[in-house]
């Protein structure tokens, strides 16, 4: 049964009524057809918002493979905080929606309107990016016998060894988890947040309900996400240049498809 989410927002607000849709397990592969249209309605917009993706990812690859044994956290970091980098993306498709052009100053606009609760879930993703990179070099440690310098002695070769396999599973199982963590608590705040008024709080509550609300599409949803990801991490993150769009476009709509508006 469908969950009424209300919750108070400042007087001259007033109250938002919102509740959770169900929906069936095929409307994933709608969200990425429809970030598709997106991504074809706007392709230079959208290629930028990939390339400065793809940027980051290389940058932070250059600074890891100089730590090889870092290798796998940040990279694995770098996807657990791209809700916050796909802000822009989910401004762009909801200009779309409502028949407006989107455009790079509009997002920044935006930015700056909702500056306080992308904060908000910045600091939850930060914290979660943190832990990760700590169990990350936990397990490392535990498992290799190094720590600190010694650390940037160990290579990937060594920790891709066939006697390692259990360690490894251990490792991206834990690595799973902590982006589960994102995905449930995640999956729907900031589109919703630059959508209406909602505080942080709200916007996190939403989307654990949508997973609660629909374990199977949102089980599939999670899936496809994570192997895109890997498509585009196996080709050197240029794979991204249509990919991060197209996931960013594609998170919009299972916002809009989601949330229902009581007003």
Sequence with gaps: MAQTIDTRQVPRRGRLRFHIRSIDRRRPWRWLAEGWHDYAAHPWQSVLYGALFVAAGWWLGYYALQRPVLLFGFLSGLLLITPLLATG????????????????????????????AI???????????????????LLIALKFHVAGQSAAALSLGDMLQWHNLSWLTLYLLIGLAFAAAVFVTNNLSLPLMID?????????????????????PMLRWAAIIV?????????????????????????????????????
């Design 119 to 137: 904060l908000t879930i910045g600091a939850v993703l930060l914290i979660i990016l943190i832990a990760w990179l700590r169990v990350s070099a």
């Design 227 to 263: 192997g895109l990801s890997l498509v585009g991490v196996a080709t050197g993150f240029l794979g991204f240049l249509i990919l991060f769009p197209l996931l960013g476009y594609a998170t919009w709509h299972s916002y809009a498809d989601l949330v229902a508006w009581d007003d």
């Design 89 to 116: 993306l989910y401004e762009a498709a909801r200009c779309r929606r409502c028949g407006e052009i989107p455009t790079i100053r509009g997002g920044l606009r935006m930015v700056g309107r909702k500056l306080g």
């Design 196 to 216: 209406r008024d909602a505080d942080a709080v709200t916007a996190m509550v939403a989307s654990i309900r949508a997973v609660r609300e629909n374990p199977g």
